[in-house]
Nanobody, 117 residues
Framework: QVQLVESGGGLAQPGGSLRLSCAASGFTYKTYAMSWARQAPGKGLEWVAG????????YYADSVKGRFTISRDNAKNTLYLQMSSLNTEDTAIYYC??????????WGKGTQVTVSS
């Protein structure tokens, strides 16, 4: 079955960096686009970034553009999110999701990112 397992979350200081990883299994990873989304405390789900299966297209929410970089390693079935210049508004649970058509059809359980001094 499809499994997505996020890791790499934790505590970061404002202005700091973190790199999230998502290990994928149970499907042909290289043939699917993938995304990251997040949910901040008391707020709704926010799409953060997406990447096409062939790594030729990446897309970002305006809130993270220029600070976050999504990437993938198809040989390792792994998705990444490099986050830099973090601020307190980036505090959220971050989810990895498979992007199929217009929907995110499978989700991981999430990893907590807290930005605080």
């Amino acid at each position: 079955q499809v499994q997505l397992v996020e890791s790499g979350g934790g505590l970061a200081q404002p202005g700091g960096s973190l790199r999230l990883s998502c290990a994928a299994s149970g499907f042909t990873y290289k043939t699917y686009a993938m995304s990251w989304a997040r949910q901040a405390p008391g707020k709704g789900l926010e799409w953060v970034a997406g990447i096409y299966e062939d790594d030729h297209g990446t897309y970002y929410a305006d809130s993270v553009k220029g600070r976050f970089t999504i990437s993938r390693d198809n040989a390792k079935n792994t998705l990444y999110l490099q986050m830099s210049s973090l601020n307190t508004e980036d505090t959220a649970i971050y989810y990895c999701a498979r992007w199929h058509g217009w929907v995110l059809d499978y989700w991981g359980k999430g990893t907590q990112v807290t930005v605080s001094s």
